[in-house]
């Protein structure tokens, strides 16, 4: 059983003895010590993982850490078409050209584009993105993450035609859902790639990077349409959609020459191919001892376990015995995002100018905002760097945005209507910040960590699939919150989003675990035995304390014979 000490030990459950397996023509007899010499090298290379420091880390992976930022700014294009769509809604040349005439109570006439037109064009990016969700949870692991993304990217260049040239917003409509299939892709890609080409000493930096990768493209996108604010003609709108050219053909000639995951390969077993790509994503570095075959024995090893645990690979697996816990866990992680408010603070300019600002005001408090949420994420490394954990920043974090929004929720109730609307600006950064320091920025290594390998890519999606159906809602719900011809609700929705941010900490703390420092074997493992949330960071436990099922390392072993003198372990 596993060795282990304290009260809160997990003991290693037992698989069965070894199977006797052909001997292999040249090796004799040879098949056990060379399947005990996998565990033994497994053992080495997780050994080194625990000990390895982050400064350690980033001098032995810095090429993975390079092409990691590569395929996550691919994230950046869809922060940008967000902000763009959400932001027109308080541009006025937009509203001229795609909305109605509206009058207010004083008989100014405004245009306005309808709360239910709002509601679509918002929502349709995320409809195109649950069927990129849908699709990649199966076309990705069959044809590999580079090959997918580059596919991806020739989507975006095609689909951002009609963005360009839409003359109604039906048109608008239609670009919206169809670009929202490849950013669907990026969405649970990105966060895969950054996951399986680092140790455990960088993952947490680099799947929180991704959303670094968000917010750049918001305050770019907000920035372009400040640039354009002085314009009266259509060029005002169309300069913003014609720019989201310059993002595909880059990341396509960078992303082409970029090593496949070297997890994705182990699972294909491609294990020669597996350990080129390692090699590909390490410097020379000698001082924690990085030995290449040690590391993909280690992801046998993994894969192996993986296997025991989890007979099937398909979606419906994800809901089947210890993964249902752990596919519930990512879905909420995913959902939280929304649901703590974060969907109301998307339509920040347009709410900022309902409340009362002027356009230029609006839109420079929501460049703020947007800086804000890429220097969150630095913070937010800070914090791990301290060893705070991850889920104590998303408890903590939860409840300071509680606090904040039932304080913009109060804002309403102020009758100087001018220092209301400036303190609720100032509010809604400090709740950016906030955010970016723990959710927004948490949850992606928290999705990252917690799905297993072997089902990681479907997991993500099924998570990513909620935050979107979510987001659907919220999307819906949010324009006739704030749209002055619909709810007119202004601040007092803060208190509405306050009590749903209450729920997610509720949730947080008895079903979100600590998985901060914990190699993927060990997760499953903690996973298997039913841990509870509150206790995964003190629990001890061994995953080399028994062999996995024999037969299951006897797949690899053959595959590992069969290039004997390339990859041996």
Not at 218 to 247: F, H, K, S
Not at 419 to 438: D, E, K, R
Not at 495 to 503: I, R, V
Request: glycine share 8%; proline share 3%.
């Amino acid at each position: 059983m596993a060795s282990a000490t304290g009260n809160d030990a997990v003991k290693t459950p037992r698989h069965e003895a070894p199977a006797a397996t052909p001997a292999v023509p040249g090796n004799e007899g040879n098949d056990s010590d060379r399947l005990s010499d996998v565990i033994r090298n497994a053992r080495l290379a997780t050994e080194k993982e625990h000990s390895m420091t982050l400064l350690q880390g980033l001098r032995l992976y810095p090429k993975a850490i390079g092409w990691s930022i590569l395929i996550s700014t691919c994230i950046a294009m869809e922060g940008y078409d967000i902000a763009l769509v959400n932001n027109f809604y308080a541009f006025p040349q937009f509203n001229q050209k795609y909305g109605e005439a509206y009058t207010a109570a004083d008989g100014s006439v405004s245009y306005q584009v309808p709360a239910s037109w709002q509601a679509g064009l918002s929502n349709g990016a995320v409809v195109g993105e649950i069927i990129g969700l849908l699709i990649n949870g199966w076309i990705s692991e069959r044809f590999g993450y580079r090959y997918t993304v580059i596919s991806c990217l020739v989507l975006v260049a095609a689909f951002t035609t009609i963005f360009f040239t839409a003359q109604t917003v039906v048109h608008l409509q239609v670009a919206e859902i169809l670009c929202g299939i490849p950013w669907g892709v990026f969405q649970t890609l990105t966060i895969t790639y950054a996951s399986e080409v680092c140790p455990v000493a960088l993952r947490g930096y680099l799947t929180t990077y991704i959303n670094f990768c968000w917010g750049i493209g918001q305050m770019i996108g907000i920035g372009v349409i400040m640039g354009n604010l002085w314009r009266t003609d259509e060029w005002a709108y169309r300069i913003p959609y014609g720019l989201q050219w310059m993002w595909p053909v880059p990341l396509i000639v960078g992303i082409f020459f970029a090593p496949e995951s070297p997890w994705w390969l182990v699972r294909k077993g491609k294990l020669e191919a597996a350990k080129r790509s390692l090699l590909r994503l390490t410097s020379l570095n000698q001082e924690t001892g990085f030995d290449a075959d040690e590391t993909v024995a280690m992801m046998v090893h993994t894969s192996a376990l993986e296997q025991n645990i989890t007979q099937g690979g398909s979606y419906l697996d994800c809901f089947k015995g210890i993964n249902l816990r752990r596919t519930e866990i990512v879905c909420m992680c995913w959902a939280i995002q929304n649901l703590s408010g974060n969907s109301f603070s998307n339509y920040s300019t347009y709410f900022l100018q309902q409340a009362g600002l002027s356009d230029s005001t609006a839109y420079s408090f929501a460049m703020g905002q947007y800086a804000i949420n890429c220097a969150g994420v630095f913070g937010s490394w800070t914090l791990i760097a301290l060893g705070i954990g991850r889920r104590t920043l998303y408890l903590y974090g939860l409840a300071a945005l509680f606090t904040m929004l039932m304080i913009l929720g109060f804002l309403g109730l102020a009758s100087d209507r001018d220092a209301a609307s400036l303190a609720t600006g100032s509010i809604m950064l400090v709740w950016a910040l906030c955010y970016q320091l723990t959710v927004g920025t948490v949850c992606y290594s928290l999705v990252a960590e917690i799905s297993t390998r072997r089902l990681q890519i479907k997991t993500v999606v099924l998570g990513r699939m909620l935050y979107n159906v979510v987001s659907i809602i919220c999307g819906v719900l949010t324009p006739y919150m704030i749209n002055p011809s619909a709810w007119d609700w202004g601040n007092y929705a803060g208190f509405f989003w306050a009590g749903s941010c209450f729920l997610c900490f509720v949730y947080t703390y008895f079903r979100v675990p600590e998985p901060t420092g914990r190699t993927f074997a060990e997760l499953d493992l903690l996973f298997e035995n039913n841990i509870s949330a509150r206790k995964f960071s003190s629990t001890k436990v061994d995953v080399f304390a028994e062999h996995v099922e024999s037969e299951k390392l006897k797949d690899y072993q053959d595959q590992i014979t069969t290039s004997h003198g390339k990859l041996v372990f």
